[in-house]
C-alpha cells in the first residue's frame, strides 16, 4: 500500500496552500451555478475570480492543480471528480464544522418513551442529538453538516436531522457504509445495561451495532430499529395512509426502543417484532442477520 499512500500524501500536500484553495473554490461555485450551461472557467475568467495579479504566481499554483483535482480543456479549466468531492466537503462545513452553528436546546414534541418528561433537540459540538433530559434516554444522534442547520426553523431543523439519520441508517441497515462504500454486516449484541454511547441510558436487550472497520463508521440500533428501512414496514404504512419514510424515529416506540421486541431464539437470534397500527399489527421475524424471514398482518389485539 506504499504507493497509495504516497498517492495520498501528494493529494493533501496540493491543498496546502490559500490560492489553490481559492481556484477550487471558485471553480466548484462556477460548477454549481455555471453561468453558460457548461461548468468550465477560461483562464482569464478564473483569474480575475481569484484576484490575483500576479500571473506568475497565479500559473504555479494552478498548474499544481491540473491533474488530480482540476482539469485543462480546450474551452478552460473544470473540476475532476476529487475536486468536486473537495468543493461539496468545504460547503457541507465538514472541515470546519467544530466552529459550526450553535442550536439552542428545543423540545420536539414528543414525550420521552421511557420516563414521559419532554424529548429535546439540541447540538452539540458536531453532533444532533435528541435525548431526554430527564432520564438521558437518546433516540437519535447523527452527524448533519452545519449547512444543512443554518437558516432554518426548528421545524425544518427536525426534519433535516430526520432525514440525515434515516439515509445513513438505510445504507448501513442494507449492508453498505454510507461514508467509504464498504461492505458492513450487522452485529447483534447482549444488551449488558450499557449501550455504545455514554450518552444513551436506554434499556435496549439486545441492540445492534454497524461499525466500518475501515473508516471508523458507526451507528446502533434497537433491533426493531431495522424495520424502518424494510419494505414490508413501509407497505403497512401505506396502506393505514401514511408515509413512513416521513415519521422521524423518536415519534416511533417500537423502533427506538425494544418494546415491541421479543427475543424468540439466541443462538442463532431470532427476534419476533410486532407494530401495531390502528385496528392492525404487522408481525414480523428477523433471523440472525436481520433478515425478515416472515411477515404477516393480524388483527390487533391489545394486551
Ligand atoms: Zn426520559
Ligand atoms: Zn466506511
Request: with cysteine.
Amino acid at each position: 500500500m506504499t504507493d497509495e499512500s504516497l498517492d495520498t500524501d501528494a493529494a493533501f500536500s496540493l491543498l496546502a496552500d490559500e490560492t489553490r484553495v481559492r481556484i477550487l473554490e471558485e471553480l466548484g461555485s462556477a460548477t454549481a451555478s455555471p453561468e453558460t450551461g457548461i461548468p468550465r472557467l477560461s483562464y482569464a475568467d478564473l483569474k480575475s475570480r481569484v484576484g490575483i495579479r500576479d500571473s506568475g504566481r497565479f500559473n504555479y499554483h494552478l498548474t499544481k492543480l491540473v491533474g488530480n483535482y482540476v482539469a485543462k480543456e480546450d474551452e478552460g479549466y473544470r473540476l475532476r471528480w476529487p475536486g468536486l468531492v473537495l468543493y461539496r466537503t468545504l460547503v457541507a462545513g465538514h472541515l470546519t464544522d467544530e466552529a459550526g452553528s450553535a442550536v439552542d436546546r428545543f423540545a420536539v414534541g414528543t414525550d420521552c418513551h421511557r420516563c414521559g418528561d419532554s424529548i429535546e433537540a439540541y447540538r452539540y459540538e458536531t453532533l444532533f442529538r435528541v435525548r431526554c433530559f430527564s432520564c438521558e434516554a437518546t433516540y437519535t444522534d447523527v452527524y448533519v453538516p452545519s449547512h444543512g442547520l443554518v437558516d432554518r426553523d426548528r421545524t425544518a431543523i427536525l426534519e433535516a436531522v430526520h432525514r440525515r439519520t434515516r439515509t445513513i441508517l438505510d445504507s448501513m441497515t442494507s449492508g453498505q457504509c454510507p461514508w467509504c462504500a464498504r461492505e458492513v454486516s450487522p452485529e447483534i449484541h447482549e444488551g449488558d445495561g450499557s449501550l455504545p454511547s455514554l450518552h444513551d441510558t436506554r434499556d435496549l436487550e439486545p441492540y445492534v451495532v454497524y461499525h466500518c472497520t475501515d473508516c471508523t463508521g458507526f451507528q446502533y440500533v434497537p433491533v426493531s430499529g431495522v424495520l424502518l428501512y424494510h419494505p414490508a414496514t413501509v407497505a403497512f404504512y401505506y396502506d393505514h395512509g401514511l408515509d413512513l419514510t416521513e415519521i422521524p424515529a423518536w415519534e416511533l416506540p417500537w423502533a427506538v426502543t425494544d418494546d415491541a421486541t421479543t427475543v424468540l431464539e439466541t443462538d442463532p437470534w431470532r427476534f419476533r417484532v410486532r407494530i401495531d397500527l390502528a385496528d392492525e399489527s404487522f408481525v414480523a421475524h428477523l433471523d440472525e442477520d436481520l433478515e425478515v424471514v416472515d411477515a404477516a398482518r393480524e388483527p390487533r389485539i391489545d394486551e
